[in-house]
């Protein structure tokens, strides 16, 4: 088994910064790719950040400046710190990483249960 919790949600004003955090547990080999997606209501999910193993990341444009992904593989656990917020960034945070399970040989996505992010204007 494995699991994502993600945590750090919450309201926060336009300008205002919040700081998610996911732990991967479970039965884990390695954790190659970890990101981080959201999904506003009416809206498909769309990538946020991603960050590989060896430390290279990648952003939407829209966050570029304003967000910055990290992660502690000691821990399995990324990070998303968010500043600037804007009230377009109101969605379902959601975790995900891309990992190999112990004794396995695929490498398969899995997702946290996401977690609210709401900015007021």
């Known amino acids: 088994q494995v699991q994502l919790v993600e945590s750090g949600g919450g309201l926060v004003h336009t300008g205002g910064s919040l700081k998610l955090s996911c732990a991967a547990s479970?039965?884990?080999?390695?954790?190659?790719?970890m990101g981080w997606y959201r999904q506003a209501p009416g809206n498909q999910r769309e990538l946020v950040a991603t960050?590989?193993?060896?430390?290279?990341?990648n952003y939407a444009d829209s966050v570029k400046g304003r967000f910055t992904i990290s992660r502690d593989s000691a821990k399995n656990t990324a990070y998303l710190q968010m500043n600037s917020l804007k009230p377009e960034d109101t969605a379902v945070y959601y975790c995900?990483?891309?990992?190999?399970?112990?004794?396995?040989?695929?490498?398969?996505?899995?997702w946290g249960q996401g977690t609210q992010v709401t900015v007021s204007s």
């Open positions: 995900s990483a891309d990992l190999q399970r112990m004794g396995a040989t695929a490498t398969f996505r899995y």
């Open positions: 479970g039965s884990i080999f390695r954790i190659f790719t």
């Open positions: 960050i590989t193993d060896g430390g290279s990341t």
